[in-house]
């Protein structure tokens, strides 16, 4: 009986060591153009989002989640764990440009696939798409839906005169909004997957970015709104519908109990986006350009109904995401992102002592503790703003001949940066200056693609698939 008792208990250590080893399923919701303070998890009042806030509340609100200025830089440090000083994706890689995420980059699609994931993307790209290499299909994603830009129109699907509608790197025809046909693929995704492989699920929805376009249902619990308000309200409102379902489908598929979501918008708000209570918008350095609206929700391993004041960065999801996964991080590319499931599940203190948000390698700002230095902070880079004058190499030699310029503010006593403190601390942002300095002495140029995609540039154009 002893030894009965004893091989019993074995087992049942066997199968719980087993079950907490299981590689967990992640769906990462990326939400486009999200304001700070759109959602109620994070204050907002007049958008209704009871989905999202559900899953909030059952999971760690991230106050302070660094993300980039815009879109395409936010996905690259995503995808690379490594800040643009390193990638070279500053700004917005835009339609056909000859460029996009160097190829030398190794994804976190890549990592997680290397781990045995099952890889899917259902949303937008929008990290380079002239050569077959720099698709998704090419960078680690077992399957692709959806399209490669923002600024699509959500029925027809056309940027300018352009379809941006694909599934595998094929261009297709589809009606339907899009946010409901992203959402109905990542079900699917689900729903389908290999029962014996992990899924990392990227959604990365073009919700709410411009142009304002939402079915008129979603506007009748609006009508104290008006004009691009209540648009955005009724797309937020859709988005939130989308994940309902997406979380429904990952309970029916028996999947949910082992599934990791993060939800995180790309870049801050731009008008008519909520921001509050920080200063600026999509485009700007300043916290309400660069601080996202964000929460991870894993039952039994992530607490619920916390909110963490700790920083961190958009580039830490890499290594935090891999380590989980059971992958490897040893790779070519040095890592800038750190491992911060201890301080999601832990209570530990931040990994960084320093937290680079980037611009360009002149405009930039530095986190150190509650203090935040900004370098060149009036500067604006928003694919929604047609181009002003003078923003040639005129512009910039002018902007040049201004001057640099530097504050400092302490974000504890003064979250909306509205207190330069700079002269009154000199020692302490001399002393920030050059830790910024440090971050970007080796700054590669905005755009660089290094050996490989240079190469391939070179050689005769192919045409895509």
């Known amino acids: 009986m002893k030894i009965i008792t004893l091989l019993f208990s074995s087992l ?5 060591s087993f079950a907490a080893e299981k590689q967990p399923n992640i769906v990462f919701l990326l939400i486009d153009d999200l304001g700070y303070a759109d959602c109620g998890f994070n204050g907002g009042k007049d958008i209704h989002t009871p989905n999202i806030d559900k899953l909030a509340a059952a999971g760690t609100v991230l106050e302070s989640l660094y993300v980039q200025p815009v879109c395409s830089p936010t996905r690259a440090a995503l995808m690379t764990g490594r800040y643009a000083t390193h990638t070279g994706v500053y700004t917005i890689v835009r339609p056909h440009a000859t460029w996009g995420l160097p190829l030398t980059e190794r994804t976190l699609a890549n990592a997680l696939h290397d781990a045995g994931y099952a890889t899917a993307i259902t949303g937008k790209w929008h990290l380079g798409e002239f050569e077959p290499a720099y698709l998704p299909t090419a960078r680690g994603f077992d399957h692709h839906y959806g399209h490669y830009f923002g600024m699509l129109d959500y029925f027809t699907h056309l940027r300018g005169q352009d379809l941006d509608w694909y599934r595998d790197g094929k261009q297709i025809k589809e009606e339907g909004y899009t946010t409901h046909l992203l959402a109905r693929e990542a079900c699917r995704t689900i729903t389908e997957k290999d029962k014996n492989k ?7 929805f073009n919700g709410v970015h411009g142009p304002f376009q939402v079915p008129d249902d979603y506007l009748k619990s609006y009508g104290t709104l008006t004009g691009n308000r209540q648009k955005l309200a009724g ?46 918008f999509k485009g700007s350095i300043y916290e309400g350009g660069v601080r996202g609206c964000a929460f991870a929700n894993w039952p039994g391993h992530i607490p619920a109904g916390r909110r963490i004041k700790e920083p961190m960065h958009t580039v830490d999801w890499y290594p935090t995401l891999v380590k989980l996964a059971g992958g490897s991080l040893e790779q070519k590319t040095a890592l800038d992102g750190k491992d911060v499931w201890p301080m999601l599940t832990q209570d530990a203190p931040s990994p960084h002592d ?13 986190r150190m503790g509650d203090w935040k230095l900004v370098m060149n902070g009036g500067h604006n880079d928003n694919e929604d ?21 530097l504050a400092l503010y302490n974000l504890a006593t003064d979250i909306g940066e509205k207190e330069n403190l700079a002269a009154k601390e000199p020692e302490r942002t001399a002393t920030m200056r050059a830790r910024l300095a440090e971050f ?13 995609a240079t190469a391939l540039i070179e050689q005769p154009k192919k045409k895509r698939p």
Not at 12 to 16: E, I, Q
Not at 198 to 204: I, N, Q
Not at 387 to 404: D, L, P, Q, R, Y
């Open 12 to 16: 049942l250590l066997w199968a719980s």
């Open 198 to 204: 992990p899924l990392f699920l990227y959604v990365p």
């Open 235 to 280: 797309m937020l409102a859709a988005v939130d519908e989308a994940i309902a379902q997406i979380v429904t489908a990952l309970e029916k598929s028996g999947e949910r109990e082992n599934t990791l979501i993060i939800f995180s918008t790309d870049n801050g708000g731009p008008p008519p986006g909520d921001n509050t209570p920080l200063r600026g």
């Open 354 to 366: 320093a937290i680079l948000c980037v611009q360009s390698p002149t405009v930039a700002a530095l």
């Open 385 to 405: 703003a047609p181009k002003a004058k003078g923003k040639g190499k005129k512009g910039k030699a002018k902007a040049a001949e201004s001057g640099e310029t």
């Open 440 to 452: 970007l002495k080796d700054a590669v140029a905005p755009g660089q693609m290094g050996h490989e």
